[in-house]
């Protein structure tokens, strides 16, 4: 097996948003990806908090979820896929789909939280179609 992976490469060509939270929930890695899907810069992002992006409505939920995952070292999205509403720096709001790692110190204390986040705004929004279309149809056939 080839360990010779430079895995800041990987970060930076990945197609799928990076985002590394450290213990006290700042932001502390923000990939190219993140910057084109939510529009802010690493430099804007870099020492906020994830208020940057989670919608206002969400935050309260999503900041106990994170403090719980954080006082525990456990998540529930480490393998699930977790499906919700997100803001771009415009103030629209993104549909993303995302997965959970934890991650530990030497000591096995969280010192960090990473998200891997993929935009599917444009695939919700061809489903919601879909959707309403199958609804009108089954309208007119009852």
């Known amino acids: 097996m080839n360990t010779n992976i430079d895995l800041s490469q990987l970060v930076e060509c990945i197609g799928d948003a990076i985002v590394v939270v450290d213990a006290h929930e700042k932001i ?8 084109r899907i939510f529009g802010y810069s690493e ?8 208020d ?16 719980k995952s954080m006082e525990t070292g ?3 999205y480490g393998a699930s896929l977790l499906k919700v509403p997100a803001l771009h ?8 789909a995302f997965t959970v790692g934890m ?5 096995h204390k969280v010192n960090g939280i990473v998200a891997v986040i993929r935009d ?13 279309r199958i609804a009108d149809l ?4 009852s």
């Open 43 to 50: 430099e804007e992002a870099l020492g906020s908090t994830l």
């Open 120 to 132: 599917e705004s444009e695939r919700y929004a061809q489903e919601k179609v879909l959707k309403q």
């Open 138 to 141: 089954e309208t007119h056939v």
């Open 89 to 96: 720096k415009s103030g629209s709001i993104l549909s993303i």
């Open 103 to 107: 991650l530990f110190d030497e000591h």
């Open 52 to 67: 940057l992006i989670v919608p206002e409505r969400q935050r309260h939920r999503h900041n106990e979820g994170c403090r």
């Open 74 to 76: 456990i998540t529930r």
């Open 28 to 35: 502390v890695l923000w990939n190219p990806a993140a910057t």
